[in-house]
């Protein structure tokens, strides 16, 4: 279990080294209106998973603006996948990859995090063909701060109203302020004021902030 401290505070570090095991090509943010049948997506995502993984997926949950009724994002669904240990990717790499999803993204120096994508989308470099909808699987393991962040942002932001239309606002201001070229991490760097002040009342509220 992280302690509060890991799980409050946000590192601005740049990354220790290339993260890409495959780089997207460059392409538009696309933001949509609230599709409430990300939910059921979602959850046959999630019992894909369980099934292809049994055991070894020790906790599979729906994160991101997609898990959040009410919220514009982009049309792909994020889930959180919570293996023992990410670093043994032979427990888990090659059943994702035969099941047609793209191993994307190593970071080591960041919660040992993998990021597999799935479905179509006009940014895939190399297609994932696992048929399902566009899909992120971010890979962590038990001692991840990230996870608890993920579900309190999320939970959070399914129970306050006024936090909700706060972020929508900023994610149609950043996607509205992109420029040619822009990759996604510029894109949620226009929202981190705003992710930031929602954590801090998300994290009160849970208990992990006085």
Known sequence: MPSTRQITEFSDEPAAGNPWVVEP???????VEYDPEWPTQARE??????????????RID?????????L???????IDL????????AGYVSTLQDAGFVLTVREPWWHEHRLFRGGRRADDRVAPTDGGPATNIHVFGPD???????LVFRNWLRSSESDRKLYADAKRAAAGAQQEH???????????????EI??????????LR
């Open 25 to 31: 090509l460059p392409t538009t943010i696309e933001l």
């Open 45 to 58: 995502i999630r019992e894909r998973l369980s099934e292809l993984l049994g055991l070894r997926a020790i």
């Open 62 to 70: 729906h994160v991101g603006s997609t898990a959040v009724e009410g």
């Open 72 to 78: 514009p994002a982009k049309p792909v669904i994020d």
């Open 82 to 89: 919570t293996v023992a240990d990410s670093t043994d990717e």
């Open 144 to 150: 991840s701060p990230e996870l608890i962040k993920h």
């Open 182 to 196: 822009d990759a996604v991490m510029d894109y949620n760097a226009r929202k981190q004021t705003v992710i930031l």
């Open 199 to 208: 954590y801090e009342r998300a994290f009160r509220a849970s208990g992990f």
